[in-house]
């Protein structure tokens, strides 16, 4: 009885053994058609010992519909069968499908089961699952942000050589992020993903060297990161290379060299390299003095929502700078940098109501966007505002309240000529009032510079 169980577990061992070799047989045949690119063949091969449970297979399977490699690109049958085979522990298959759910191909978009396919993959030690659960943690994606927790996960990734987790590791310590802040640890985890070729990290210790943060400042050797970073089309170290060119930084000045590099970086969208391309059209350094590209670039920096760039560009149209005089198109530039906060911005569409340029003439639309830019210390508002006051335009006439924004805007008007118009202003207002008006006004001016404008 026993010789018999004997043998019949000996012929199940062996058929065991035979069948493990001809599932690794047709994987390894799969995965040769899948290198010579007979996608096809491939996907014939494994879909059988996917069917039987292979989770090799299965993910394999899943990579191909992922792809749409040898079938037809179908996500939904990609999920199919990279759940079946992180179900049965393959972390290869759990990090995509953590991708998958993160980025909602597929399925519907849902952060939480993303980090729950990371974490197990994660959990077995695969650095590409550690460091998106480290991006999951430092973001706030599918956990609550923890800058605690993405570091630990950053750190297991980076000590495997992974040079994005080593990316983010050394930004962590860069700014602080539940770590001391620390500029030599984040040049070491900058230089070990620099070196393996990662063009976020190679823009990063060009930074690094560039301001001499964590190493000695050497403009050269941030020229040196900034090119590796920039031929890898990374914008920003493309707009780094123009400004180093532009300003004779770590190199000779050539405006035509920094032109090409802005250039690369504007067309990739770059906001800060459109402007800087913009201005040397509109300086003519490098190029020749074309207005009207410039307001084109200006144009495309603005519309990424630049409140600044914004301004700008409704300062062109007001003044007909590089195109034609719009003051309709000049509003609309300044409203939506006033609305951002941009106090110059704020000012300038207040005097598009006050004046009816561009815009029905409002005098209430013009106080209130006069008091918001005077709130944040513009003189020039402050001293409008004033005006509205002792006109009665958009607000009660008021001499107390006139004579207290005219008096503040003196105090922080710095051209002479200013001072001096807005000084015979006030004065001329106090003519107008009684010594305790003028006190009471006085009085008002202290306290509202006390409590920086607000609430004046």
């Not at 050497?218 to 920003?236: G, I, N, S, T």
């Not at 913009?278 to 630049?306: I, N, P, S, T």
């Not at 007909?320 to 940098?337: C, H, I, M, T």
Request: aromatic share 14%.
């Amino acid at each position: 009885m026993h010789k018999l169980l004997k043998q019949v577990l000996l012929v199940c061992v062996c058929l065991f053994a035979l069948t493990g070799q001809a599932v690794a047989d047709s994987l390894s045949d799969a995965e040769r058609a899948y290198h010579e690119k007979d996608y096809a063949k491939a996907a014939k091969l494994l879909r059988p010992l996917a069917e039987q449970g292979n989770a090799f297979a299965q993910f394999d399977l899943g990579i191909m519909y992922d792809n749409g490699q040898g079938v037809p690109q179908d996500y939904k049958e990609a999920v199919k069968w990279y759940q079946l085979a992180a179900e049965q522990g393959n972390a290869f298959a759990q990090v995509n499908l953590g991708f998958i759910y993160e980025n909602g191909k597929g399925v519907p978009q849902d952060y939480k089961e993303a980090v729950k396919w990371f974490r197990l993959a994660a959990e077995q030690g695969n650095a590409v699952a550690q460091v998106n659960l480290g991006f999951m943690y430092e973001n706030g994606k599918g956990v609550p942000q923890d800058y605690k927790e993405a570091v630990k996960w950053y750190r297991l990734a980076a000590k495997q050589g992974n040079a994005k987790a080593q990316t983010s590791l050394g930004f962590m310590y860069k700014n602080e992020k539940d770590v001391p802040q620390d500029y030599e640890e984040a040049v070491k985890w900058y230089q070990l993903a620099a070196e393996q070729g990662n063009a976020v990290a190679q823009f990063n210790l060009g930074f690094m060297y560039d301001l001499g943060q964590g190493v000695p400042q050497d403009y050269k050797e941030a020229m040196k990161w900034y090119r590796l970073a920039a031929e890898q089309d990374d914008a920003k170290a493309q707009t780094s290379l123009g400004f180093m060119y532009e300003n004779g930084k770590g190199v000779p000045q050539d405006y035509k060299e920094a032109v090409k590099w802005y250039q690369l970086a504007a067309e990739h969208g770059n906001a800060v390299a459109q402007v800087k391309f913009g201005l040397m059209y509109d300086l003519g350094q490098g190029v020749h003095q074309d207005y009207k590209e410039a307001v084109k670039w200006y144009r495309l920096a603005a519309e990424q929502g630049d409140a600044y760039l914004q301004f700008s560009l409704g300062f062109m149209y007001e003044n007909g700078k590089g195109v034609p005089q719009d003051y309709k198109e000049a509003a609309k530039w300044f409203r939506l940098a006033a609305e951002q906060g941009d106090a110059l911005a704020q000012y300038s569409l207040g005097y598009m109501y006050n004046s009816g340029q561009g815009i029905p003439q409002d005098y209430q639309e013009a106080a209130k966007w006069y008091r918001l830019a005077a709130e944040q210390g513009d003189a020039t508002a402050q001293s409008s505002l004033g005006w509205m006051y002792y006109l009665g335009q958009g607000v009660p006439q008021d001499y107390v309240l006139a004579h207290m924004w005219t008096n503040i805007a003196v105090t922080n008007t710095t051209v002479s000529e200013d001072q001096k118009k807005r000084t015979e202003f006030r004065d001329s207002i106090a003519e107008k009032m009684a010594a305790q008006q003028i006190a009471q006004a006085q009085e008002l001016a202290r306290k509202c510079t006390a409590n920086k404008f607000k609430g004046c």
